[in-house]
């Protein structure tokens, strides 16, 4: 009798989920701020380091600029270009569990870096304006490999806000923050490294 009553019960469960139609995988937070991204699709802007900046670290001296390049329902591409650098994309994609960011980096013929395709998933909601994304363990993997297990401890942030957006990378000693300038688009960049 309990085992037919446990059936029973997982059998109502299932039709009435099942009558729901599709699931839904994901949360407002984070499809409005996939959106936010999105609406600046096609569009340059300009950044300044405003914290973890020093003289010769190779960003600080450099003309930043990010630029939304390609965008679906699904996944945003956004190149950041430093100076005459033009090796890094930013990749946000929909997993139906979250979102995953990853760091495309490409020599100037467009091959592959050795270190690339790091990044993280969020693990939370997080915010319409905000989502964070700590090291995964491929990242973790490829920075032990490397030989700068320190980066092990990465979490990259990304703010949007009507005048700005901003990246942010995090971790024990180091927090280096680019904001960019969301009121005043700029020329578009060339194309980023490894695509057409």
């Known amino acids: 009798m309990k085992i037919f009553t446990a059936i029973s019960g997982a059998l109502g469960l ?14 407002p937070e984070q499809d409005a701020f996939f959106d936010l991204i999105r609406a600046h699709c096609g569009k340059a802007y300009q950044g ?40 890094r ?9 979250g979102i995953l960011l990853k760091h495309d980096h490409r020599h100037k013929d467009g091959s592959n870096d ?24 491929y990242s973790k993997d490829l920075f032990t490999r490397l030989g700068f297990p320190q980066s092990n401890g990465n979490t990259w942030h990304m703010y949007i806000y009507p005048e700005v957006f901003t990246y ?6 180091r927090d280096f923050k680019v904001d960019f300038d969301l009121t005043q688009p700029v020329d578009l960049p060339p194309v980023p490294w490894g695509y057409q």
């Open 14 to 27: 299932l039709l009435s989920t099942s009558s729901l139609g599709a699931f839904t995988t994901s949360v």
């Open 48 to 87: 300044t380091v405003v914290s973890g900046g020093r003289a010769g670290d190779g960003f600080s001296d450099q003309r930043l600029v990010m630029h939304v390049r390609e965008c679906t329902d699904d996944q945003i591409k956004i190149p950041f270009h430093v100076g005459d650098n033009h090796s």
């Open 89 to 97: 994309t930013w990749i946000l994609t929909k997993t139906g569990a």
């Open 114 to 137: 050795e270190s690339t395709m790091y990044g993280g998933h969020t693990l939370h909601r997080g915010w319409a304006n905000a989502q964070s994304f700590p090291a995964d363990d």
């Open 168 to 173: 942010q990378l995090t971790r024990e000693g």
